[in-house]
Each structure stands twice: as structure tokens, then as C-alpha cells.
């Protein structure tokens, strides 16, 4: 069959890394790739957050299946413009995309359906708020209603931090906005990843991420500097309490709403005391998460995101091999701030790229026969073994066999597991 994969990050190189090993894929293209993917699959330049564009090329290029990577294209319906043309996608409709567009939306569905997680209130404009924030008291945390790419969250340690999050907010900083307070929880956090035709569902994984740039998880928030797979945290006791208590009965208070969620649903959990509470759900998979899973799971991956979107997911199951993946992200000096651009990566080329090993990309590109790095966060080196360790090992072996002065990762992925 034709796929098609939206997307240019680690979390597509990952994606068409596994669809690829799998035979029933025959044409694989990526939009808009990068220069790792381009060694696995077809690139091409296409706006992936227009309907139109993607849905031309999809019908000129004879597509049979569309995985959707990212939230934004999600966000802005174009699955149902696919799926209203008749194509088999991978991703959830726009209505159901706002379990991760919008944090009130999440709030009211998991009221709906009594799944746990904070307290919360909504305003709409800044002194309600700023009252409401003193009278709670800190720590307290503070949600601009949106997508903010990850940026619109602050834990606040004092009311005054928490004021002036809010500030921002209606200082236009995102624009039309909307505020969610929500009670501080305290904990570990852990991600579950599962997959939901609109009825049944599927765990496909869990994983624990490294959000902070610095090693000791110091300095501001990324959007991840490595993650790890499983999550020891989530026992299956865990899982089967999220399972029955969270997912579930979203996934049923969804189709309910006449909002089917079919897609992955990523779950970020809140574990204390051996109870889990939801944080926020995202409507994809994770990145680096996915980098951690696809390598654990391998070609099947294929088989289980066309039963998804075919509405049978009932009819599958995942194969788990008793093992572990770990992934750390090599980000380009400065990042999460303003970084440097272009800088050659070299000896990407002599690693080695096994079910083992392999180094996926997400922000390069290729220019006069160099690799040159062109994002924020550029290389996943993705290790797996039957222990944590051992993954560990292989992932830090591609990390230190990489050429690149301008470039940095975390030396203590998976600390907290190992
Ligand atoms: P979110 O974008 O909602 O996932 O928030 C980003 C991060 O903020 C989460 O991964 C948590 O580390 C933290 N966070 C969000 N909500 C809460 C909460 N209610 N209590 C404690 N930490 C939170
Ligand atoms: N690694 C966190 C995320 O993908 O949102």
C-alpha cells in the first residue's frame, strides 16, 4: 500500500523507520521529512496544516493510508478533510483534537466521565483570576487555554509567580485566551500511550521523559531531551486502574459527545500514593517518546495503526518482547533558546542503524552533501536492550560517536529508572 506520514521530526523518523520494516507497505512519503527520513521514505515539500494541499496530493499520489504526526495539522481538521474524501487515516477528527487544543474542553470531558485530575477553574479575564489565585494560595498552577506549544503552563511556587503568569496571559501574549487554574499535584509523571478506534482500546506503551534542558532535570522546560520505555512507575496494577478509571471512560464520554476518538491518545499521568490522576492528554504520540516505542514495537506498529483506523482494533493485539528503549535528544547550543543554525553534523553516516541502535532525526537537512542541523532539537540516539541499562549503553555509544561541536544533550536520560 501508499502511505503517507505527516510530519518532519524524530517523532516521523521513528514512525516511518517502523512502518517501513513492515511488508505490506510498499511506497512510503513523508511531508515534509527531513534528511534522516529521506534515507527511509519519499520526502515532499507540502503544507501539512492545509486541508487542501494535503488532500490534493494525497489523491494525486494514489495514498491508501495518512498518518497524521503532529497536533497542529490535527487541530486544524485535516483528517476529516481526508476521511470526508474517503481516505483511511491515522489521527483524530478536529472535535476530538481538542482533548489536547484545549484545556477547559479536557476539564469538562473528564468531568463528565469521572476521571480523576486537579481541581480546576476557568476565567476569561485576569483580576477574577488573580482573586481566585489568592484565595487558593500557592503552589498553584496556571494554564493558558490553547495551544502554546507546550509554553502556556505555569507551576507557580508563590501567588505572586502565579499573578504574573496570569498577567501575560491577558497581556495578549497568545492572544485571545482564556485561563484554566488548576490545584498543584504532587508526584512522579509518567505518559501512557493507547490506542482507541472510537470504542475499543489498545496500550501500545508507556514512558517517562526528561522535560527540563539540564542535567539533574535543571533549567527551563523542552519540548523533551530524551525519554525512556517502559515507565517502571506504571505497573500494570497502574495501568489497569488508568485503564478502567481514565481512559476508558473517555474514550465512551467521547463517543457519547458524538466525538469518537480514533488515534493515539496520549496520556500524562500524575502517580502518588499508587494512584494515578490525569495531567493532559495530547492527541499523538510523543516526542522523544515515540522514538522509544517505535523501537520496541517494530513493523507491527503498521498492523496496529490500520486497525485503528479501520475501526477493528478489537481484532489485533501488540506483541511485547521483555525489553527497553531509551532516547536522548542532541539539541543545538542555546536551545530552548534562540540556537545556532546549520552547523554540520558529522559521522552520522559510519553508525550503525539496527533494531538496537539508531539514531533518528528531527531537525536536519541535507546541503552540499553535509548533514546540517536545522532545528531546536536535532538527533534522537535511540538505544534497546533487555535491560535499562543496557539500552542506556547503546543509545550514549551513537551519542558519543557523533561529530558535533554545536551540539549538546543530557548525560543522565533514564536516571530516575536505572
Ligand atoms: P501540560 O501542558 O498541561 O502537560 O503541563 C506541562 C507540565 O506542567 C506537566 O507535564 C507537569 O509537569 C506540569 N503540570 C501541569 N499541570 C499540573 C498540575 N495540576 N499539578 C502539577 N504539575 C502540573
Ligand atoms: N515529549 C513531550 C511531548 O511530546 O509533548
Known sequence: MNIL??????????????????????????????????????????????RAEVLEFAQE??????????????????SDALRNAGFLVFG???AAAQLEASKTFTKEICDACGAPTAAWARFTDGPSARDYVTAQGAPIVVKADGLAAGKGVTVAETVEQAHAA????????????????????????????ILSDGVNCLPVGTAQDHKRVGDGDT????????????????????QDQVMDRIVRPTIAEMARQDMPFQGVLYAGLMIKDGQARLV???????????????M??????????????????????????????????????????????????????????TSFQMTFHAGTAEKDGQIVATGGRVLGCTGRGATLAEAHERAYALVDAIDWPQGFCRRDIGWRAL
Open 280 to 294: 493532559e492528554y495530547n492527541v499523538r504520540f510523543g516526542d522523544p517518546e515515540c522514538q522509544a516505542l517505535m
Open 61 to 78: 499520489n494514489a495514498i491508501d493510508f495518512v498518518v497524521i504526526g503532529p497536533e497542529a495539522p490535527l487541530a486544524a481538521g485535516v
Open 219 to 238: 533549567g527551563p522546560n523542552t519540548g523533551g531531551m530524551g525519554a525512556y520505555s517502559p515507565a517502571p512507575v506504571l505497573t500494570q496494577t497502574l
Open 92 to 94: 483524530p477528527s478536529q
Open 166 to 193: 496570569i498577567d501575560l496571559i491577558f497581556d495578549g501574549e497568545f492572544g485571545e485566551m482564556s485561563v484554566v487554574i488548576e490545584e498543584f499535584m504532587d508526584g512522579e509523571e509518567a505518559s501512557f500511550f
Open 296 to 353: 520496541r514495537l517494530g513493523g507491527q506498529i503498521l498492523d496496529l495503526l490500520l486497525a485503528c483506523a479501520e475501526n477493528r482494533l478489537d481484532s489485533v493485539s501488540a506483541n511485547w518482547a521483555d525489553d527497553h528503549a531509551l532516547t536522548v535528544v542532541m539539541a543545538a547550543e542555546g536551545y530552548p533558546g534562540s540556537y545556532v543554525k546549520g552547523t554540520a553534523i558529522k559521522g552520522l553516516s559510519d553508525l550503525p542503524q
Open 5 to 50: 506520514i505527516l510530519g518532519g521530526g524524530g517523532r516521523e523518523h521513528a514512525l516511518a523507520w517502523a512502518i517501513r520494516q513492515n511488508p505490506k507497505c510498499d511506497r512510503l512519503i513523508v511531508a515534509p521529512g527531513n534528511a534522516g527520513i529521506a534515507e527511509v521514505a519519499e520526502c515532499a515539500a507540502l503544507d501539512i496544516q492545509s
